[in-house]
């Protein structure tokens, strides 16, 4: 019986895409249509092997997009489209599908659909923090552009939070740039890298560090000073010190920070 239905299966599959490759071959673009349609909608409903099916489809929609465009059926086809990219994660055409999808039917139903997924296509593009961001500069903008074209929308919360981890990313690679300038001991670097970290990101989560190792890299910078330089460049210290307990009067290097300010005090009194 095992043996039977495991035979039947295999008959099946075997029809199954037979009559798939007669449809891929054929020249009915309208049987094309409604396969990759039924494909798409299988696929969608998680029946089946749903990659396989998003495959298949994709290979039928390809052949007849460029026949429906600017017919009644083209405004679906081209959505479906985009959207099989989409779903096999091939974030760069669907990214590009969805916004000529945006461009050429502004009044469709699911334009607003279409520019969430345009736009959170280039969210999935976005590289790790330490590697060249263009690409999360470029989902910023896409998404900063639909929610203000979409202020209503029920994605706008979670529009919001990618473009909040977006910035976040951002942010922590240019931290980590200056981190680096203190921690192979180009202070002067740091200092003007911290600088310009806080000045530019006022609200990250990274700013209490950037306070800190500001201070500290001014600190390590004027106590392996020579002495005719130091008064000067402890002054600065104590100044970045005064702004960090400013700010953080109970923050996380509070203790380091005053062990250090106590050493700039005792060496300045043995100048």
């Not at 502004?106 to 590697?131: H, I, N, T, V, W």
């Not at 002067?188 to 800190?212: L, M, V």
Request: proline share 3%.
């Amino acid at each position: 019986m095992k043996k039977f239905i495991l035979l039947l299966s295999v008959v099946i599959v075997a029809s199954s895409c037979g009559q798939y490759q007669k449809v891929l071959k054929s020249e009915d673009s309208g049987l094309k249509y409604s396969t990759a349609e039924k494909l798409y909608n299988e696929a969608k409903a998680g029946e089946g092997n749903e990659k396989s099916k998003f495959k298949k489809a994709l290979r039928l929609f390809e052949q007849i997009v460029p026949e429906y465009r600017g017919k009644p059926q083209g405004q679906k086809l081209v959505f479906l489209y985009a959207d099989t990219y989409y779903e096999l994660g091939d974030y760069y055409l669907a990214g590009y599908q969805f916004e000529r999808f945006v461009e050429t039917y502004p009044q469709s139903e699911k334009l607003e659909e279409a520019a969430f997924k345009g736009a959170k296509a280039y969210y999935f593009l976005s590289p790790r923090y330490d590697l060249d961001q263009t690409e999360t500069h470029k989902a910023i903008a896409k998404l900063q552009g639909f929610i203000n074209r979409f202020p209503e929308s029920e994605k706008l919360d979670e529009a919001n939070e990618l473009v909040t981890e977006l910035r976040v990313k951002l942010e922590k690679k240019a931290y980590e740039i200056a981190k680096q300038y203190h921690h192979t001991r180009n202070y002067i670097s740091a200092i003007t890298a911290f600088n310009n970290f806080i000045s530019e990101y006022p609200g990250s989560p990274f700013r209490e560090k950037a306070f800190y190792y500001k201070f500290d890299s001014a600190y390590q910078y004027a106590i392996n000073s020579y002495a005719y330089a130091m008064p000067e460049r402890l002054k600065t210290a104590r100044n970045f010190y005064q702004d960090y307990v400013r700010y953080y009067p109970e923050g996380e290097f509070l203790e380091e920070a005053q062990t250090s300010f106590a050493d700039i005090n005792e060496t300045e009194q043995n100048l």
